[in-house]
């Protein structure tokens, strides 16, 4: 069983930093193509980072600049670095691993999006000033 289990979300204040950690099982995230979403309330799945199977990362031109994706593929982690936080990253954060989903389901609105298919539960992040 595939599973994906998000870590290091929490409170932070506006300006500060925070990193995420996705620690995936019966799965060998190598080769794979990984992303990173997040959902606010009452918001769509927004793709904050992801990154090839080749290892090359492709941000949002709203996420330029603030965060990196990176992968430890030895040890089956991806890891979400966020820097000048604001209010409005004030959302749960999904890792999701493996381009292509099965099934039934959506490419927009909540996550998880057919995009991608092993999905952890997500983690939340809250930013105040």
């Known amino acids: 069983e595939v599973q994906l289990v998000e870590s290091g979300g929490g409170s932070a204040l506006a300006g500060g930093s925070l990193t995420l950690s996705c620690t995936v099982s019966?799965?060998?995230?190598?080769?794979?193509?990984v992303a990173w979403y997040r959902q606010a309330p009452g918001d769509n799945c927004d793709l904050v980072a992801s990154?090839?199977?080749?290892?090359?990362?492709y941000y949002p031109d709203s996420m330029k600049g603030r965060v990196t994706i990176s992968r430890d593929n030895a040890n089956n982690v991806i890891n979400l670095q966020m820097n000048s936080l604001k209010p409005q990253d004030t959302a749960v954060y999904y890792c999701?691993?493996?381009?292509?989903?099965?099934?039934?389901?959506?490419?927009?609105?909540?996550?998880?999006?057919?995009?991608?298919?092993?999905w952890g539960q997500g983690t939340q992040v809250t930013v105040s000033t």
């Open positions: 019966g799965f060998r995230i190598g080769g794979s193509d």
């Open positions: 999701a691993v493996v381009w292509g989903g099965e099934g039934e389901g959506h490419y927009s609105g909540s996550c998880p999006l057919l995009w991608y298919k092993y």
């Open positions: 990154s090839s199977r080749e290892g090359v990362p």
